[in-house]
DNA sequence: AGTTTGGCGAAATATTATTGCGCCCGTATT
DNA sequence: AATACGGGCGCAATAATATTTCGCCAAACT
């Protein structure tokens, strides 16, 4: 099943579901404007499909404790494609590391990375990170702040296309 | 109401609803220990006191079309509140922009972005990102694959923590 | 010891999710 | 053009869940 095959009623509910995870399936089928049976059939079928990867509360890591959060620019040694599976793997398995993308350019990798505080970020980057076999050089900088988190897909702009290509 | 206010059970709660956002009340429950009601009464208070801020589906963005995914730091020409101010403003009202983080160091920003493809999205730096106002460079990064997306807290850390200091 | 406070859980009720099934519409077939 | 599919909708019935109500227990106060 692919994109094409998705009609203005499963991008609703794609786009009510990325707004309001949670929200019922009642009460999504009144906005997208179907009955409750074929909505939930919808989802079921959306998410079968991979077009939903799956829910997730958003939970403030802040007001956990985890009050740093870090960007890190990372190089290897080596780019040879098993050297770059290792490096990925050890990012896996890291819990301080949220998110780790490979990218075009200079810097391999780019990672996003928590902690309770600054000392334990910095014992992670040196223990951890920085040492890690096939790390060449490592480049952080500290979040301020967030002014915009809102990841997912600008159904927004999805919907402006299709019309567009009508 | 604060990070020390909750006990085992509150963050076993969020740790599961950060894994399965649409969980029912009553499995959630069941996995937590507790019986159904007041199993919801702490999911209420937790969503009031802020530690669960949303619940979304996890859309995928390439199957949805959106195949570019760009990884852009943006340095200011000046870094008067203000201004700063004003170009989060900017973030926040393009569609393209998913996430805006202002950081220390050199780089002023860094901007988590997608786009249908190459073309929009240059059309976009181009014609927006670093046209606007009080830009002074922007460099970009194509992210090739994403090898870990697991934003939020991780609770292993957390629970580690607590019982070190206990 | 008595009282207040906070939180639990059984039970009742209100909502939702889910299944089963017949209907309608667009398309293919004869 | 009439007939047979196939897909998807929605009503109606049933199963699960969510939510409220309320009494009980235990720890903290006084």
New binding site residues.
Partial sequence: MSASKLDP?DRKILAELQADGRM??????KRV??????????MRTLEEAGFIRGYHAQVDGRELGFEVQVFAMVGLKSQAESDLSAFEQKCRSWPLVRECHMLNGEVDFILKCVAPDLSTFQSFLTGELTAADNVASVKTSLVIRAAKEEPGVPFEVLEHRLSQSA
């Fill in positions: 009623i019922t399936n009642v009460e999504l089928a404007g179907i009955s409750a049976p074929p909505c939930l059939r919808r």
